[in-house]
């Protein structure tokens, strides 16, 4: 099993990084593996389910999840239907006229996968660390 947290202050109010981050159209702004994304079910909410097409190293990987909670301006979080299990979650805290974001990131591995867990989780950490940085860079510019 792959975790990774990430705690980032982001000098925005809450509401409106809650409303950048769910927004779909916004993910490939900020997100450098996201090839494409679509949403299959309306409304967004708990059961929303959407596809996503990430680069994983030289392959494309084709993702299938659903929102699992859903709080307006405080968290929501995902899963995926497909393989490999992924867990994501974001929780948004008020602080100093901003937002303090709380990422978690939880991966079950299996078979040839968790051979590769040094190096996936390595690479993992890697994006979303440089991920978050061009996240603060969009929202506070």
Same mark, same amino acid.
């Given at each position: 099993?792959?975790?990774?947290?990430?705690? !980032?202050?982001?000098?925005?109010?809450? +509401?409106?990084?809650?409303?950048?981050?769910?927004? &779909?159209?916004?993910?490939?702004?900020?997100?450098?593996?996201?090839?494409? @994304?679509?949403?299959?079910?309306? &409304?967004?909410?708990?059961?929303?389910?959407?596809? +996503?097409?990430?680069?994983?190293?030289?392959?494309?990987?084709?993702?299938?999840? +659903? !929102?699992?909670?859903?709080?307006?301006?405080?968290?929501?979080? @995902?899963?995926?239907?497909?393989?490999?299990?992924?867990?994501?979650?974001?929780?948004? +805290?008020?602080?100093?006229?901003? @937002?303090?974001?709380?990422?978690?990131?939880?991966?079950?591995?299996?078979?040839?996968?968790?051979?590769?867990?040094?190096? !996936?989780?390595?690479?993992?950490?890697?994006?979303?660390?440089?991920?978050?940085?061009?996240?603060?860079?969009?929202?506070?510019?």
């Amino acid at each position: 099993m792959i975790q990774h947290e990430v705690s !980032i202050y982001l000098n925005r109010p809450v +509401e409106q990084v809650f409303a950048f981050l769910i927004d &779909p159209n916004n993910l490939r702004a900020w997100q450098s593996n996201l090839v494409e @994304t679509a949403q299959f079910t309306e &409304p967004l909410g708990v059961g929303t389910r959407f596809r +996503e097409v990430r680069r994983m190293g030289p392959r494309q990987a084709d993702i299938q999840a +659903e !929102i699992t909670a859903f709080e307006p301006n405080k968290r929501f979080a @995902t899963k995926t239907l497909t393989k490999p299990q992924v867990m994501v979650s974001y929780s948004f +805290e008020p602080k100093n006229k901003g @937002t303090q974001l709380n990422y978690r990131f939880i991966m079950q591995t299996s078979g040839f996968m968790r051979l590769l867990e040094p190096l !996936i989780a390595s690479s993992i950490r890697q994006d979303t660390r440089s991920d978050f940085e061009r996240l603060k860079s969009v929202l506070e510019s």
